[in-house]
């Protein structure tokens, strides 16, 4: 039986949390970009602007 450690399990929590808040924003700015993309007629643009917000979630990990 192994135990677990608490710090290392709260350690864990507040990565996921952080992943889960980072995760969540990107779909919540790829859903505002989409609809302003929409609205003013340049839907050609969506999938460039997906990829940049993507992108940019991976920016800090180079």
């Given amino acids: 039986m192994s135990q677990t450690d608490p710090a290392a399990a709260l350690a864990r929590s ?3 949390a ?3 808040a980072l995760f969540g924003g990107v779909w919540i700015a790829i859903f505002i970009v989409g609809n ?3 609205n003013l007629g340049l839907q050609a643009w ?9 992108g940019l979630l ?3 990990l180079a």
């Fill in 46 to 54: 969506f999938i460039p602007a997906v990829m940049l917000i993507v």
């Fill in 36 to 38: 302003v993309l929409k």
């Fill in 14 to 16: 507040a990565i996921g």
């Fill in 18 to 20: 952080m992943f889960f």
């Fill in 58 to 60: 991976f920016f800090p």
